[in-house]
């Protein structure tokens, strides 16, 4: 009898682990079990947190405001810079071919900021000078968009092809700048010892107003005031 009841104990023992685990729809081992169920818990409370965050791309800030897509390309289509502005007005105004236009602008303005001109100022000069023809000369060798004379500044343009529109705006500019230094910032006294005369820096002065840009693009560096005296 005492076997039989030993045989029955032994029999539960062995079973009862199994039934357990039968019950919790389990087929992992006991230790497994709980193992995986501290994974799955854990794995919900994180779920939760990550929940709770937003989605944002690696590239995006807590901060900044969400912007449509395409707002940066709208935004620089409406607003050209002054190089396209001044290509654009040379070529409706002075019938200038677009590249040609292009690359004077490109020019004026680098040499308008380098020697704190107002590109309006250049873009005069220029005008009044050759109106725009690379290739125009004038009298005692005066050479391309500023009319540079070598023989009077025979270092500054040493080596240099004066109808190469880039190299006589920045020796116009560079003259210029002299001038202006020269005279203590007086912009009448520049323009006379550039033209020659009063009346050629009245000129100028004049015809820089029909080009005054806008804030933005005469902001390269307008030292001298187009009104001074």
Same mark, same amino acid.
């Given at each position: 009898m005492s076997r039989f009841f030993f045989a029955v104990f032994v029999s539960l023992g062995l079973l009862a682990p199994a039934l357990a685990q039968e019950s919790l729809g389990l087929s992992l081992p006991a230790d497994a079990a709980v193992g995986a169920a501290a994974s799955r818990a854990q794995g919900v409370a994180v779920g939760v947190r990550t929940a709770a965050l937003p989605q944002m791309s690696a590239s995006a800030s807590p901060d900044a405001p969400a912007r449509p897509a395409g707002?940066?390309?709208?935004?620089?289509? *409406? *607003? #050209?810079? #002054?190089?396209?502005?001044?290509?654009?007005?040379?070529?409706?105004?002075?019938?200038? !071919? $677009?590249?040609?236009?292009?690359?004077? =602008? =490109? !020019? /004026?303005?680098?040499?308008? =900021?380098?020697?704190?001109? #107002? #590109?309006?100022?250049?873009?005069? /000069?220029?005008?009044?000078?050759? $109106?725009?023809?690379?290739? *125009?000369?004038?009298?005692?060798?005066a050479t391309g968009l500023m009319q540079v004379v070598p023989a009077a500044h025979r270092r500054l343009v040493k080596n240099l092809d004066l109808t190469e529109p880039a190299a006589n705006i920045e020796a116009g500019s560079a003259i210029l700048h002299g001038y202006l230094e020269s005279a203590r910032g007086d912009l009448s006294a520049a323009l006379k010892s550039y033209g020659g005369s009063a009346a050629y820096a009245q000129k100028v002065s004049l015809r820089a107003k029909d080009f005054q840009m806008t804030d933005s693009a005469s902001e390269a560096g307008a030292t001298p005031a187009l009104s001074r005296q």
């Open positions: 707002a940066a390309g709208a935004e620089e289509s *409406a *607003a #050209p810079s #002054p190089v396209h502005r001044i290509r654009d007005m040379l070529t409706r105004k002075f019938g200038l !071919a $677009r590249e040609k236009a292009e690359e004077i =602008s =490109s !020019a /004026v303005m680098s040499s308008a =900021s380098k020697y704190s001109l #107002p #590109p309006a100022l250049v873009l005069a /000069v220029i005008s009044i000078e050759s $109106r725009f023809q690379a290739h *125009a000369h004038g009298a005692h060798g």
